[in-house]
């Protein structure tokens, strides 16, 4: 079974960077279309960008110019570079593989990011 692991997040100030990393065990994720999600407190989890097998990108309006999904296939992992982070940016992150409109994978716990001064 596929476990997905997030890490990464912390507290930090507005305008601050984050990376964060998702990576799997037993399975590659190279093959695959994968996903960032944004869970702020209180409301549903949202998407915030993919990248496609071929590395191709998308990145919904409000982290356009200021997040970067990329991948290391060596590593099996998958990054979110977060920057000029904003106090909305606040809450869980999630990654996973969209397929059509649902998801390949169980959710794994998320990693915690905290925009605050």
């Known amino acids: 079974q596929v476990q997905l692991v997030e890490s990464g997040g912390g507290l930090v100030q507005p305008g601050g960077s984050l990376r964060l990393s998702c990576t799997a065990s037993?399975?590659?994720?190279?093959?695959?279309?994968m996903g960032w999600y944004h869970q702020a407190p209180g409301k549903q989890r949202e998407l915030v960008g993919t990248?496609?097998?071929?590395?191709?990108?998308f990145y919904e309006d409000s982290v356009k110019g200021r997040f970067t999904i990329s991948r290391d296939t060596t590593k099996n992992t998958v990054y979110l570079q977060m920057n000029k982070l904003e106090p909305e940016d606040t809450g869980v992150y999630y990654c996973?593989?969209?397929?059509?409109?649902?998801?390949?994978?169980?959710w794994g716990r998320g990693t915690q990011v905290t925009v605050s001064s």
């Open positions: 996973n593989s969209p397929v059509g409109i649902g998801l390949r994978f169980d």
């Open positions: 990248i496609a097998e071929g590395g191709q990108t």
């Open positions: 037993g399975r590659s994720l190279s093959a695959y279309d």
